[in-house]
């Protein structure tokens, strides 16, 4: 069947702004900025579209390595996000969250994280998980940590409830952007089962029709979690 889906939880990986800055000739930064928009953007067609969690990958554990400029750049435009967007976002019901280790991270950051967090606790129409200074696998290492500090043995269950994500169900859909086709270091736990759209689009450009051109292929996957294909679908209505 052909139809768009709505995901419960879409998980997205903004590649892109780079590439589409330096192809006009401007600062990776000024990509950056645009990919801002575009989150801005995808936001409010999330909500249009009732989909209940939206995770973003906005900054990796592996991303410091980018020149001094760039990194700086990146800082000071979540600094602005968080002044600029956390207002409308509280106004549009989002609930914010922001997922990654907070140690290292400059102590006014971590402020305006705890603040939009507890200004936007009570939302319920949709969460943003905003993965800031993440990595799948500082995230599995964090839990395993605690797990062992606290004396629990390691299960599925415990291990998966000690992660950075467990206010949320799994992704249902993945999208990456910009043409590569990687996880990089994003929710290594979380994807065991996630189905995953490669957009050719750089995040700059993303919009609703390339949202919805992705929820149109998620809606033509088969998902089986390790079934056969004839367990997994559901069984024909019986006539009366
Ligand atoms: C990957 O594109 C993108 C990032 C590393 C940053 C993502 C940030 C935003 C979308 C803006 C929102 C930002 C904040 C801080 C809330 P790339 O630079 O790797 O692109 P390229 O592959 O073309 O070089």
Known sequence: MTRPAVPGHLAIVMDGNGRWATRRFLPRLAGHRQGLEALRRCVGAS?????????????????????GEEVSGLMELLGVALRKEVP????????????????????????????AELDTADNQRMV??????????????QAAQRLLASGVDPTEETLAGALSLAHVPDPDLLIRTGGDQR????????????????????????????LDAALLEFGQR??????????A????????
């Open 47 to 67: 909500l249009e579209r009732g989909i209940g969690v939206l995770t973003v990958f906005a900054f990796s554990s592996e991303n410091w390595q980018r020149p």
């Open 88 to 115: 409308a976002l509280r106004e549009q019901g989002v609930q914010i969250h922001f997922v990654g280790d907070r140690a290292g991270l400059a102590r006014a950051m971590v402020e305006g994280f705890e603040q």
């Open 128 to 141: 943003l998980n905003v993965c800031f200074n993440y990595g799948g696998r500082w995230d599995m290492v």
């Open 183 to 210: 996880v990089s270091n994003f929710l290594l736990w979380q994807l065991a089962y996630t189905e995953m759209v490669f957009s050719e689009t750089l995040w700059p450009d993303f919009d609703e029709r390339a």
């Open 222 to 231: 088969e998902r089986r979690f390790g079934r056969t294909a004839e367990q």
């Open 233 to 240: 679908r559901p069984a024909p209505a019986r006539a009366a």
